[in-house]
């Protein structure tokens, strides 16, 4: 019996993608005077982000567990929101002897470039359980406007304006 699969091309990315990251690793792992452990942990990373927008603001949710408030730095510069951020191992005292680490540690930054739709003037960043929220509010001239539908001939319509100009 035969079995017939879906080729996906992506698939074949990804696992290419391990590889190479893989060898990065062990590349790094050769030339980092700490060892291979550190080098594990040392890594940079890009946390994921949610971008979602409404007719007022548009927010992003970058997910940064274990940070510190004060490690995290948010700027616009050129129309370019930049988040950059640092988790840092905890050297302790004692040694414990890991048999895996998986938690990604080091520095990272992530940039966005924004539309000329929003206001740089209201930008506002919160941090809450391991998420930051950055708010960005769009320009006044940005956001839609309701316009009302009047109903009845133009003729008469435009004899009120008018007559209410008069």
Not at 41 to 52: E, G, M
Not at 116 to 131: E, I, M, N, P
């Amino acid at each position: 019996m035969s079995v017939l699969t879906r080729w996906d091309p992506f698939r074949e990315f990804s696992t290419m993608q391990e590889r190479m990251n893989r060898m990065n690793r062990l590349f790094r792992e050769s030339y980092i005077p700490e060892g291979p452990e550190e080098a594990l942990t040392t890594t940079s990373f890009a946390p994921p982000v949610d971008i979602y927008e409404d007719e007022h603001t548009i927010t992003l949710k970058l997910e940064v567990p274990g940070i510190d408030e004060k490690d995290i730095d948010v700027r616009i510069e050129s129309n370019t929101l930049t988040v950059h951020g640092e988790r840092k191992i905890e050297k302790e005292e004692k040694e414990e002897n890991f048999r895996r680490i998986e938690r990604q540690y080091g520095s990272f930054t992530r940039s966005f470039t924004l539309p000329s739709s929003v206001d740089t003037g209201q930008v506002s960043a919160h941090y809450d359980r391991g998420v930051l929220k950055v708010h960005l509010a769009k320009k006044a001239e940005a956001k839609p406007k309701q316009i009302k539908v009047n109903v009845g001939s133009e003729k008469t319509l435009e004899g009120k304006v008018q007559s209410k100009a008069a």
